[in-house]
């Protein structure tokens, strides 16, 4: 099954894509990782760097491009689940892997900007905390230094949220007219989100 997971910034596509990869044993992909995994030496590096620390869409050929070459791979015939693509219309023109599904995960405008505001990831190993809900314990034993993402500034994460609510907004009513969306409640704790994810999918 080919799934795609939108939703306004700070609303969980990370972590439910996770759960649902593993439970549905299928790649979780995300556009915003591959843009954020490529190397200082590509000639990208820079350009992908500068739009997305100002919270500003990368042009969406260089995107197209490292998705078409990641969903190309041996992993992913059988379906994944994909999150960041869809932002706008243009990029499902350039890229239309054709969904089954479409997940969107709402949360209030207010919810968006307080979690990416508490949002750190470790440098050692690239995990996702929250400061404001994840347990103190679990922040304690992070074997690495806690960063902020350079995006996750309020001046770039509410052009991103512009963004997800002028373009994105678009793109969910079109799939909307084709019965593939499946709206989701996401301002409750990620477990409950995930069992909703799955009984809308009919895998509960
Ligand atoms: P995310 O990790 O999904 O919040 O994405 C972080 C940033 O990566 C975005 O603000 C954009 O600058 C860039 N990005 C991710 N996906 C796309 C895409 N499909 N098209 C253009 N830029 C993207």
Redesign the pocket.
Known sequence: MKILLLGP?GCG??TIGDMLAERMGIPHV???????AIPENDPNYKV?ND??????????D???AL?KERFSRDDCKNGFIL??????RL?LELFDPVFDKVIVLNISRDTSIKRISGRRLCDSDGKVYNIYTLPKEELENCQGNLIQ?A?DTEE?VN??LD?YYSDTQEVIDDFKLQEKVLEIDAEPLPDEIFSNVLSALGLQ
């Open positions: 910034q596509k990370g995300s556009s915003g990782e591959m843009l954020r992908a739009y997305m620390s100002r919270g500003e869409l990368v042009p969406q260089i995107v197209a998705l999150e960041g693509w869809g932002r706008c990029d993402r995006d770039a052009r991103r963004i």
